[in-house]
């Protein structure tokens, strides 16, 4: 124990000697540890952040799309191609199901939203008064439309923040006033609480505008709806009895193929698998600079070799062992990648707190553990070959190098 201390000690002091040269050499692993454990950190936050949305949404909440959810969370293309489109006829079906206690039919418009100060190009989402409540929304000033503004056709809309704030300067300046949206003009009656999203494609509602459905058919003629989002009685019904009597509704009109009723389990099954697999290629590039810092650890090592070959000799002369000089550069590179991970590490953390103020990264232990188990492999593995160099070298021929 007392010789391994020793070897470190004297690696150690070597380090210090040359702390230029020590710190570009750990300079590969340091960026690569802080690169796939940063990434490691934006996916798990990118997790956390998918289940609180998804978890708003509540397991009462159920969703009938076109196109046929497959295996994994995926959507048939083919049968998405040639997606259907729902009516009020369907509204009023599903509406008189037992179990079902609110409906929200859903279509969308991208527009040019236009106040009296600026121009913004947005979406509006055309529902009903249901929308907020299955979707988990709040309101910060004003109110929700209703169920009068909808059977009214009620110009009215209620504006997510980030729009608001582009459209009237601050957010709170936009209650009862009013914009227009493709040379119509409707009046804010409520002002959304931040609800976040928008990363990574999915939809940015703080950027979005809401209107009632029946409002909408100015700018869809054809009544028709992309979508249908409905919240179902969970005490006395379970998801299975109610999915079973809306497919049992639709398939009175459509083909089986042609829609899906998902639950939010599902869309949340999809999403993680989509950024997971995207998380995983992203560390897996990053680790290439990992083994870029292993190489250069050996190239430094070798040259170190070069170095104190001379001094290898004379060790070897008055009775080191081939071990001894073997274990003193593996012992080396092992330090310079261990140096290199810590530092990594610390600037990941750092990092991290920063990112925490607008998104919920964190360090899990794992990925800790990873870096600090990776690290110390590389610097073995990439120290083994010029530390057999070393030992293997010759005493006589080592002393008369110069």
């Known amino acids: 124990m007392n010789y391994f201390i020793f070897i470190v000690k004297a690696a150690i002091e070597d380090f210090k000697k040359n702390k230029t040269q020590t710190f570009l050499t750990s300079l590969g692993i340091l960026i690569g540890v802080f690169s796939v454990v940063i990434l490691t950190a934006l996916g798990l936050g990118l997790k956390k952040y998918i289940d609180d949305q998804f978890a708003q949404l509540g397991k009462n909440s159920l969703f009938i799309a076109p196109g046929k959810l497959i295996s994994g969370g995926s959507f048939?293309?083919?049968?998405?191609?040639?997606?259907?489109?729902?009516?009020?006829?369907?509204?009023?079906?599903?509406?008189?199901?037992?179990?079902?206690?609110?409906?929200?039919?859903?279509?969308?418009?991208?527009?040019?939203?236009?106040?009296?100060k600026k121009t913004e190009d947005t979406t509006i989402i055309f529902s009903s008064e249901a929308f907020f409540s299955i979707n988990g929304f709040n309101i910060k000033n004003g109110r929700f439309f209703n169920k009068s503004d909808i059977d009214k056709k009620s110009k009215v809309v209620v504006i997510g923040p980030k729009i608001a704030e582009k459209l009237f300067g601050q957010a709170d300046l936009a209650l009862d006033q009013k914009i227009t949206a493709s040379n119509v003009n409707f009046k804010i009656i409520g002002v959304l609480e931040s609800k976040g999203g928008g990363g990574f494609g999915g939809p940015d509602y703080d950027n979005y505008i809401f209107s009632p459905y029946t409002s909408g058919y100015i700018f869809n003629p054809q009544k028709n709806f992309s979508r249908i989002a409905l919240k179902f009685d969970d005490i006395n019904f379970s998801v299975g009895e109610i999915k079973e009597l809306i497919k049992k509704e639709m398939l009175k009109r459509y083909d089986e193929d042609s829609f899906s009723i998902i639950e939010p389990g599902d869309i949340l099954q999809a999403v993680n698998s989509i950024f997971s697999v995207l998380n995983m290629v992203l560390v897996a590039i990053a680790s290439i600079s990992l083994l870029v810092g292993g190489i250069g650890i050996m190239n430094i090592m070798f040259v170190t070799v070069t170095e104190k070959t001379k001094e290898i000799?004379?060790?070897?002369?008055?009775?080191?062992?081939?071990?001894?000089?073997?274990?003193?550069?593996?012992?080396?590179?092992?330090?310079?990648?261990?140096?290199?991970?810590?530092?990594?590490?610390?600037?990941?953390?750092?990092?991290?707190?920063?990112?925490?103020?607008?998104?919920?990264?964190?360090?899990?232990?794992?990925?800790?553990?990873?870096?600090?188990?990776?690290?110390?492999?590389?610097?073995?593995?990439?120290?083994?070959?010029?530390?057999?160099?070393a030992s293997d070298l010759s005493p006589i021929e080592a002393i008369r190098y110069e």
């Open 76 to 116: 048939n293309a083919a049968s998405t191609f040639q997606s259907i489109k729902f009516d009020n006829r369907d509204l009023t079906k599903i509406r008189k199901i037992k179990g079902v206690i609110e409906i929200a039919p859903i279509f969308s418009k991208q527009v040019v939203a236009k106040s009296f």
């Open 313 to 389: 000799g004379i060790r070897r002369a008055i009775g080191a062992r081939k071990n001894d000089i073997l274990y003193q550069f593996i012992i080396e590179s092992t330090i310079l990648s261990v140096l290199g991970g810590a530092m990594g590490l610390g600037l990941a953390f750092l990092t991290t707190l920063i990112l925490q103020k607008f998104f919920p990264a964190y360090i899990d232990v794992n990925s800790v553990l990873l870096a600090l188990g990776v690290s110390s492999a590389i610097g073995i593995f990439f120290g083994v070959f010029p530390a057999k160099k």
